[in-house]
C-alpha cells in the first residue's frame, strides 16, 4: 500500500541554519504531496502542499518540490527561526484519507 | 477564515466506558474524517464518511468505533467500551469537493486518556 518515510528525528539546529527534512513516498496513483506541523500542544496545521510532478509548494520560507522521479518531497527553509521548532509530518493522499510520515521533531537553538 | 472545532479538547475516561468525540466540520464540506495520533507515534486515518456513511475505513476502526452524524452540523466518533490503548489525540478532518477537492482541514483535536 502507499507509504510515507521520512527522516528521523530529532534534528536540532542552530537560528539562520539551513533546514532539509528527507521525505520519500510510495504510491501506486499520483497522489498530492504535504507537510503539516504541529506545534507543541497544538494540533496540525498545513505547512504546504504540491498535487502534481515538479509542483512546488511553499509557505512561511519553506519549499518543497514534488520530484516523480526520485519519489521524494524534501522540506527545505534557507534560514531557521526558534519560532520553527515543532514536528514536521510528511503526508501523501487527498480526498479517501491521508497518510502520514512517522514525524520529525525539529529543535531550533538560539 | 472557517476551522473545524472538536469537543471537548481532554477527556479522561474510565475503561470500559462509552466515549463521544465531536466535531464540527467546516459548514460547506461534505467529506469528513476521524484520525488518532498515539503520543509520540504517527497520525493514522481511522475513518471517512461521505452521504451519511462509510466510505474507508481502517482496520483500527473495529467493531468499538462508530460514527455519525446526527445533524446538519456535527459529526462524532464513539467508542463503545474503551481500553487503555484508545487513550490518544483524536483529529476530526473535514474537506471541501470544489478548489481545494485534496485538501483535509483539520481540528485542534481531542485528547482522550484512557484510565
Known amino acids: 500500500g502507499d507509504s510515507v518515510t521520512q527522516m528521523e528525528g530529532p534534528v536540532t539546529l542552530s537560528e539562520e541554519a539551513f533546514l532539509t527534512i528527507n521525505c520519500t513516498y510510495t504510491a501506486t496513483g499520483y497522489p498530492s504531496l504535504f507537510w503539516y506541523v504541529q506545534y507543541p500542544g497544538e494540533g496540525l496545521q498545513l505547512l504546504l502542499k504540491?498535487?502534481?510532478?515538479?509542483d512546488k509548494g511553499s509557505n512561511k520560507g519553506f519549499e518543497a518540490t514534488y520530484r516523480k522521479e526520485t519519489t521524494s518531497f524534501h522540506l527545505e527553509k534557507g534560514s531557521v527561526q526558534v519560532s520553527d521548532s515543532a514536528v514536521y509530518f510528511c503526508?501523501?493522499?487527498?480526498?479517501?484519507?491521508?497518510?502520514f510520515g512517522s514525524g520529525t521533531r525539529l529543535s531550533i537553538q538560539p | 477564515e472557517p476551522e473545524v472545532t472538536q469537543t471537548p479538547s481532554h477527556q479522561v475516561t474510565q475503561m470500559g466506558q462509552e466515549v463521544i468525540l465531536r466535531c464540527v466540520p467546516i459548514s460547506n464540506h461534505l467529506y469528513f474524517y476521524w484520525y488518532r495520533q498515539i503520543l509520540g507515534q504517527k497520525v493514522e486515518f481511522l475513518v471517512s464518511?461521505?452521504?451519511?456513511?462509510?466510505?474507508?475505513k481502517s482496520e483500527i476502526f473495529d467493531d468499538q468505533f462508530s460514527v455519525e452524524r446526527p445533524d446538519g452540523s456535527n459529526f462524532t466518533l464513539k467508542i463503545r467500551s474503551t481500553k487503555l490503548e484508545d487513550s490518544a489525540m483524536y483529529f476530526c478532518?473535514?474537506?471541501?469537493?470544489?478548489?481545494?477537492?485534496?485538501?483535509?482541514?483539520f481540528g485542534p483535536g481531542t485528547r482522550l486518556t484512557v484510565l
Open positions: 504540491a498535487t502534481k510532478a515538479d
Open positions: 503526508a501523501l493522499g487527498g480526498r479517501s484519507k491521508i497518510i
Open positions: 478532518a473535514s474537506n471541501n469537493p470544489g478548489r481545494d477537492y485534496n485538501e483535509q482541514f
Open positions: 464518511f461521505y452521504n451519511n456513511e462509510i466510505s474507508e
